[in-house]
């Protein structure tokens, strides 16, 4: 079910002259005559989570990050709207999965950015479905690049969609249709993934990093892997599971990290790869914020400071 924004979670601080902040300028977004911009999108579901065994209380993680941001400096260059959140109900996750899907597209018909905010991983499968119907691509065409920042692969088999499920399900989908499953997973933890998910990464062709081999002194390594992994890309969906981050720095996941990734890797290979990509970032998304096991709002500032490295 999509609701529309509530505004009153956009408040914070007022400054004098121009010391302006997300707040002041995010406005609801319309159906029409808007100029292009960032479109927000909550997911608001953790029905994915619930399935997989998870600790639930992520659908309450994209109004608090919008919390978060409202207070966030300002430095942008373009228009900022708020699409609302989608609601997962009555347990419909398979029905939600459609909803956003078509809603994203309908955003990228408008020349908006979608930037989702989570919500549990199972946003993964709208986002993708969404770029893909609005790009429509043929057998022949040059693929879709998805990278996503994970401590897990996401390609558990199951009898349904969970949050564990949802690389595998866009896998599958790219198989019906006859066109290139082309995913990438960095950060990867071997003691979260079971020697059966990395068997079922190789004959899908999945290329990864695991978290042990992304330190600062192999990032060249790391770029020159990524700049070839994007290179035949038409477009790029970008997915951040901010488990991929050390638990210290991002306890409120639904699945916190023994290791992860530094933040400061992490917002490098983001710069990176959005000098890689340039106009083919399409879609992004941040998955698994917790509020519920968050520490003095520090995931949800560290969400925030993503979002604006995403976007700035």
């Not at 699409?83 to 398979?94: A, D, F, H, P, Y």
Request: hydrophobic share 40%; net charge negative.
């Amino acid at each position: 079910m999509h609701e529309a924004i509530d505004m009153s979670l956009w408040t914070g601080r007022t400054d004098e002259g121009k010391n302006l902040r997300w707040h002041q300028h995010v406005v609801p977004r319309r159906e029409k005559d808007q100029e292009p911009g960032v479109a927000i999108l909550g997911v608001a579901s953790d029905e994915g989570v619930k399935r997989n065994q998870g600790r639930i209380g992520a659908a309450t993680g994209a109004d608090a990050i919008r919390q978060t941001l409202a207070n966030q400096a300002y430095h942008l260059q373009h228009p900022i709207y708020d699409t609302g959140n989608l609601r997962c109900e009555q347990g419909n996750l398979e029905a939600l999965q459609r909803e956003q899907a078509a809603l994203v597209n309908q955003l990228l018909d408008q020349n908006h950015f979608p930037l989702l905010l989570g919500g549990g991983h199972e946003i993964a499968v709208g986002s993708f479905l969404g770029l893909e119907q609005h790009l429509r691509p043929t057998r022949t065409a040059a693929p879709i690049a998805i990278i996503n920042f994970d401590a897990h692969f996401d390609l558990r088999q199951a009898t349904m969609a969970t949050s564990g499920t949802p690389f595998l399900q866009i896998a599958e989908h790219c198989q019906a249709e006859a066109i290139p499953f082309h995913y990438c997973c960095l950060g990867i933890s071997e003691a979260s993934n079971t020697r059966a998910l990395f068997t079922r990464a190789d004959l899908l062709g999945v290329k990864y990093l695991q978290d042990d081999n992304l330190n600062s002194w192999q990032l060249p390594q790391v770029e020159a892997k990524l700049e070839e992994f994007l290179r035949p890309c038409q477009a790029l969906y970008l997915s951040i599971d901010l488990d991929v981050l050390p638990a210290e720095t991002a306890p409120g996941v639904s699945a916190p990290a023994a290791r992860g990734v530094p933040l400061p890797i992490l917002e490098h290979l983001l710069t990176f790869i959005k000098k890689v990509a340039q106009n083919r970032l399409k879609v992004a998304d941040i998955a698994e914020y917790n509020p519920q096991f968050d520490i003095d709002g520090r995931t949800a500032r560290v969400a925030a400071r993503l979002c604006h490295r995403l976007i700035c």
